[in-house]
T-cell receptor, first 115, second 115 residues
Framework: AQSVTQLDSHVSVSEGTPVLLRCNYS??????LFWYVQHPNKGLQLLLK??????LVKGINGFEAEFKKSETSFHLTKPSAHMSDAAEYFC?????????????FGSGTRLSIRP | DGGITQSPKYLFRKEGQNVTLSCEQN?????MYWYRQDPGQGLRLIYY???????QKGDIAEGYSVSREKKESFPLTVTSAQKNPTAFYLC??????????????FGPGTRLLVL
């Protein structure tokens, strides 16, 4: 089955320390991979996307993610957390490149930042 | 400014009542989507439309209906057949280029509550 798994439902870090949000996918195709952020009661905002170009993708607000095909992972990182990073983060996979493309959302990771 | 608007921000439904959520975009996107978000879960696709006058069921279409009479508008009706409609509803749009589902841009969402 094709799926996306966010390994942590909640991550808590101190301000100024690194952030790691984990995402693994299962697919027999070469997927397109995205990370979105959602602040409370708001829509989703695109952080970054991977579409078979460079495996290290830089996004907005200092976030980046590395596509590792051998590990089927697309983990999101940031060197130094800021209080404004507190939000829900979703890993999204788009499988296939045809009219039958399927979008799969991970269940989300809630990031909390301690002062 | 280009973007996606959803209205209203909050919507209350009485038992047995149909309600319609509005979604409008001025991004000239071909494809539009409706998702439902429940606490602690990822987004689930309700319906999507890749072109005017055409739409497809997503993973949880039962109890919902849509129309796509204009490129910029994709209203969602939550019918009385939807037994658990309380959720946060997100609309999205994308270029939907031939053969693929591209990066999606999200509206701010509508929170539906049942009285």
């Amino acid at each position: 089955a094709q799926s996306v798994t966010q390994l942590d439902s909640h991550v808590s870090v101190s301000e100024g320390t690194p952030v790691l949000l984990r995402c693994n996918y299962s697919s027999s195709y070469s997927p397109s991979l995205f990370w979105y952020v959602q602040h409370p009661n708001k829509g989703l905002q695109l952080l970054l996307k991977y579409t078979s170009a460079a495996t290290l993708v830089k996004g907005i607000n200092g976030f980046e993610a590395e596509f590792k095909k051998s590990e089927t992972s697309f983990h999101l990182t940031k060197p130094s957390a800021h209080m404004s990073d507190a939000a829900e983060y979703f890993c999204v996979v788009i499988l296939g490149y045809s009219s039958a493309s399927k979008i799969i959302f991970g269940s989300g990771t809630r990031l909390s930042i301690r002062p | 400014d280009g973007g996606i608007t959803q209205s209203p921000k909050y919507l209350f439904r009485k038992e047995g009542q149909n309600v319609t959520l509005s979604c409008e975009q001025n991004l000239n996107h071909d494809a539009m989507y409706w998702y439902r978000q429940d606490p602690g879960q990822g987004l689930r696709l309700i319906y999507y439309s890749q072109i005017v006058n055409d739409f497809q069921k997503g993973d949880i279409a039962e109890g919902y209906s849509v129309s796509r009479e204009k490129k910029e508008s994709f209203p969602l009706t939550v019918t009385s057949a939807q037994k658990n409609p309380t959720a946060f509803y997100l609309c999205a749009s994308s270029w939907g280029e031939e053969g693929g589902l591209e990066t999606q841009y999200f509206g701010p969402g509508t929170r539906l509550l049942v009285l």
